[in-house]
């Protein structure tokens, strides 16, 4: 889950993952981070997996190095995580290297639910659902975008991928 926490969005996520027994990887901004601290203990409490997701959804490619990296930084004085996605899925290859020498593993990923683009009906996302496969690295949204949407995405979703006999997984943050 990409983007959270978010007041009424994530704590819908959290109970939907407790009830279906699954743990995530969140990649939270720092600053929503700071915004909803009780959220943000809530995720951990649960036992999932936290990435950064730089400090105020930066847009790499639109942002100095340096900015970047301050991004990263001031997020992981929050909470550290070894655990990076770039917001947008978008940093040039000066940035790759830099945040790799700060030792972050950046985890990109194969399935993008587009829950955010509201141009894109319900029902396409998910007939695309059902091509997920073993192994795929979903991305869904905890943010105030797709608060109506993830509520009648998520269960389904969840239901096709078990029907598949497949399982969820988090990262491991080391």
């Known amino acids: 889950f990409d983007d959270g926490p978010d007041q009424l969005t994530t704590s819908w996520v959290l109970d939907l993952l407790k009830k279906e027994n699954i743990k995530a990887t969140f990649f ?10 009780d959220i943000f203990q809530s995720i951990l409490d649960d036992g999932h997996a936290i990435g950064n997701h730089t400090y105020a959804h930066e847009k790499g490619i639109r942002t100095s190095i340096d900015s970047y990296l301050q991004a990263l930084n001031k997020t992981d004085e929050i909470h550290h995580s070894s655990l990076f996605r770039p917001p947008y899925g978008r940093i040039n290859l000066k ?11 950046i985890i990109m990923w194969t ?25 795929d690295i979903l991305v869904l949204h ?33």
């Open 28 to 37: 939270c901004v720092g600053k929503n981070m700071t915004k909803y601290p």
């Open 95 to 105: 940035q790759v290297k830099k945040i790799k020498a700060l030792g972050k593993k």
């Open 111 to 135: 399935w993008l639910s587009y829950d955010y683009d509201h141009s894109v009906p319900v029902d396409k996302i998910l007939e695309e659902a059902k091509k997920i496969k073993a192994g």
């Open 142 to 174: 905890d943010n105030v975008k797709v608060e109506e949407r993830i509520k009648v995405l998520l269960p389904q979703i969840i239901s096709i991928v078990k029907e598949k006999g497949l399982q969820f997984a988090q990262f491991k943050d080391q």
